[in-house]
Structure formats: structure tokens, C-alpha cells
């Protein structure tokens, strides 16, 4: 009986395991819907959460995507750089290329016209040595001349010692500075067609072949004028002035005109009169550029008259008579300058029609 009992309770035990875990299983089953709905729900939650991280993620940059940024931004300005700077390379090669087109035009027709390329200081160089040579020359005549200063004075002279008086000397050193005085005036006289030239010299590199001609018959008719300008001076004006300036002296008072003065005066006036027998190389060469016409001229004579006579008061002693003496000069050549712009006018226009 005992044996019979002990597999009973064994049997008993077994079946009370076996609800002990159908309960738990039962529990489980009943749990398990709860527990995977809460599961269900977090992981959703999770989701959310990780999706709102990567949107953040992605919408903040993080210090390697910072760094490609820069570095494509750098080289998309190099490349913009690199491409300008080859634009700009690109246009300084064409501008240097049609520098040097202009340059070797120009080098060509300078060489046609006899013109050597030189540099600044080349050109400074050529003209220190043409104004050594001209003022070297002047140092010379004027040397030369000193020891005939006294017959040049004698000639300067002459239009008022005609008048049966002398002139005065007031200092010691004024004897020695006349004689200085016109030993200049003559070497500039004597060495003037030497300063034109080199003058010309100088130039003519830069002027065309066919403005050469009329240039230089400008020049030489300008020394030409100046020369009978100053001969008209001395021979005409200077000694008609000179004896009805001494008339206008009372009885009473002597006339005590010093050297020194004498040669101011007629240093100014002759000066003056050359300068005055330009005016037709004036207005020729203004007429030639297309400056000035003939009925320009013509309309403004009356101006030219009121000029001429403050002009002559400004070189010449205050006096009416030598204001008239190189007034009425003037507008002589005023009218003279007239028919020469007419005469200009007309070859200018021939020339044209026929190059038409």
C-alpha cells in the first residue's frame, strides 16, 4: 500500500506542476497583448525620435560637410579667379600686341620721314648739344664782337648824333656794360639764323615730308621779316622819332639823354618792330590750319586797330608820336596779312578740289 501511495502523490505532484504552468502560461497569454501594444507604441515613439534626429542631423552640418563646403567654395573662386586672371592676361597680350602694331607704324613712317626712334633721354641728349652749340656760338661772336664795340655803338649811334648832340655817361661801369651790351645784340643778330636753324634741326624728325616745305618757307620768311622789321627801325621810324622827340624840349632846358637809356630805347623798339613784322607768318600759318579765314580778319579789324595802339604804347616810350610810329606799321601788315590769308585760302581749297 505504501508503494501504491508514493506513485500517487508523485502523479499528484506532476499534475499540480502542470497547472502550476498552464496558470503561468494562461498569465503570460493574458499579459502578452498589454506588454505588445506598450512595445508597439515605444517603438514608434523610437522611430519618431530617430527620425527627428536625423531630419536635425541633416539639417545641421557637421564639421566634415563644413569643411567640403568651404572647399568647393574655395575652388569655385579660384576657378572664377583663375578664369578672370586669363581674361585679363588674355587682354593685356591683345593690348600689348596692338601697342606694338601702332608702334611699328608710327617707327615706320618716322623712318620714312627721317626720324631715328629715340628714347626721353636721347632726346634731351640732342637737344643739350644743339643749344651748346648755339649758345657757344653767341659766346664767340659776342667775344669777337667786343673789340668793335665801339664802331657798333657808332652805328646805334648814328640816328642821334645826326642831331648835333651826345649822349652821357653817369658811372664809371656804364662805358664798359654798353660796350657789353651791344657786343650782345650784334652776336644775337649775327648768330639768329644759326639758332633757327638748330632749332629746325630739332624739329623736323617730327613734321611730314609735306608740311616741310611750308614750314620751313615760314621760318625763313619770319628771319627775313625780323631783319626788315629792325632795318625799318633804324632806318626810318628811329630817326624821324628821335628829332621830333628832342623838339618838343623847351629853349630852356638842355637835353641830357644818357647812353645807357638811348640803348634801352632802341633795343625795345627795334625788337618790338620785328615782333610786329610776324604778323603775316601769323596768320598764315593760322589761315593753313583752318583757324582763321579771310572774312574773320576782316570782322575783327576794328579790334585789331585798338590792339596795335595798346601794343605800341606798351613797348614804347610814353610818347603819342613813337606809339604812332609803330602803330600805323601794324595795321599795315594787319591789311597785308589779309590778302595773304585770301591767297592761303584759295591754294588750300585748289589743293583739295583737286585731291577730290
Sequence with gaps: MAKNKEPTSKKSEQKSEKTDKSSVVKKKKKTTPETTNSSNT????DKRIDKSKASKKATIPQKGDKKNTTQKKMKAMA?????KGFISI??????KSRELEVADEMSQKALE???VPMSVVGHLDEFRSRLIITLSAIIIITLGSFFLSEQILEIINRPFLATGLKLNVFNLTEGFILRLK???IAAVLISLPLIIYELWKYIQPAINTDDRKFIFGSILGSILLFYLGVAFTYLLTLPFAIKMLISFTPEVMANTIGASKYLNFVLLFSLGMGLT?????LVMILSKIGIITPALLIRQRKYAVVLSWIGAAMITPPDV?????LAIPVML???ISIIISKIVVKTKKKKDFNSS
Design 42 to 45: 515605444t517603438h514608434k515613439k
Design 79 to 83: 576657378k572664377k579667379d583663375s578664369s
Design 90 to 95: 588674355h587682354k593685356e597680350k591683345e593690348d
Design 113 to 115: 620721314r627721317g626720324d
Design 182 to 184: 651791344a657786343s650782345l
Design 277 to 281: 613784322f610776324q604778323l603775316p607768318i
Design 321 to 325: 608820336l613813337t606809339q604812332m610810329m
Design 333 to 335: 601788315l594787319y591789311e
